[in-house]
C-alpha cells in the first residue's frame, strides 16, 4: 500500500494540535505501511495504517493489557479516519533486547509480568494479531528465558 505522506502528516499534525518535524517509513516486518513521527516538541511515536477494524481491535487489546512494560501506549486514544483505513498512534518504544543471562531481577521481574499480561489479554483475541508477528525474538531466545526462569525462579 503507498501512503501519502503529505496527507498522513496533516491527519497527524490536525489530531496531535502538533507540527511534524519527522515522518519516516521504517522497513520492519509488517502487513501495513509503519512509520516513526517526531512532533515540534520532539515526542517520538509509532505511526501505522492498517484496515480500520484492526486499528480497533488494537486499541481495545491495549487498553485491556493497561500499563505493560512490553507494549506501548496509545499515543492518541482512538484510530484516526484515513480515507478507507485507519492510523494508529503509539508511544514510540526503542526496543531493547538485553539477553536473559544478563537481566537484572528487576527486570527479569518486569519481563515475566509483562508476559503474563499480554499473555492474559491476548488470549481473547488469539489469530487477530498475525499482522504483529515477532520475527526479533526467535524461538531460542524464548528457550533461553525459561531455561533462565528454571535457574532463577521467582519468590513473592
Given at each position: 500500500?503507498?501512503?501519502?505522506?503529505?496527507?498522513?502528516?496533516a491527519?497527524?499534525?490536525?489530531?496531535?494540535?502538533q507540527?511534524?518535524?519527522?515522518?519516516?517509513?521504517?522497513?520492519?516486518?509488517?502487513t501495513?505501511?509503519?512509520?516513526?513521527?517526531?512532533t515540534?516538541?520532539?515526542?517520538?511515536?509509532?505511526?501505522?495504517?492498517?484496515?480500520?477494524?484492526?486499528?480497533?481491535?488494537?486499541?481495545?487489546?491495549?487498553?485491556?493489557?493497561?500499563?505493560?512494560?512490553?507494549?506501548?501506549?496509545?499515543?492518541?486514544?482512538?484510530?484516526?479516519?484515513?480515507?478507507?483505513?485507519?492510523?494508529?498512534?503509539?508511544d514510540?518504544?526503542?526496543?531493547e533486547?538485553?539477553e536473559?543471562?544478563?537481566?537484572?531481577?528487576?527486570?527479569f521481574?518486569?519481563f515475566?509480568?509483562?508476559?503474563?499480561?499480554?499473555?492474559?489479554?491476548?488470549r481473547s483475541f488469539?489469530?487477530?494479531?498475525?499482522?504483529?508477528?515477532?520475527?526479533?525474538?526467535?524461538?531460542?531466545?524464548?528457550?533461553?528465558?525459561?531455561h533462565?526462569?528454571?535457574?532463577?525462579?521467582?519468590?513473592?
Open positions: 500500500m503507498n501512503v501519502d505522506l503529505t496527507r498522513l502528516a491527519v497527524l499534525s490536525e489530531r496531535l494540535h507540527g511534524l518535524v519527522e515522518l519516516v517509513p521504517l522497513s520492519i516486518p509488517c501495513w505501511p509503519v512509520f516513526r513521527a517526531v515540534d516538541d520532539g515526542r517520538a511515536m509509532f505511526v501505522k495504517v492498517t484496515e480500520k477494524a484492526a486499528a480497533e481491535r488494537t486499541l481495545t487489546c491495549l487498553g485491556s493489557v493497561g500499563s505493560c512494560p512490553l507494549l506501548p501506549g496509545p499515543v492518541v486514544p482512538e484510530a484516526l479516519d484515513f480515507g478507507e483505513h485507519a492510523v494508529l498512534c503509539l514510540w518504544r526503542k526496543a533486547r538485553v536473559p543471562e544478563q537481566m537484572t531481577d528487576g527486570q521481574r518486569s515475566v509480568g509483562g508476559c503474563v499480561s499480554l499473555s492474559e489479554a491476548l488469539s489469530g487477530s494479531f498475525s499482522d504483529y508477528a515477532d520475527e526479533d525474538w526467535p524461538e531460542d531466545q524464548y528457550a533461553a528465558l525459561a533462565h526462569a528454571a535457574r532463577h525462579p521467582l519468590t513473592g
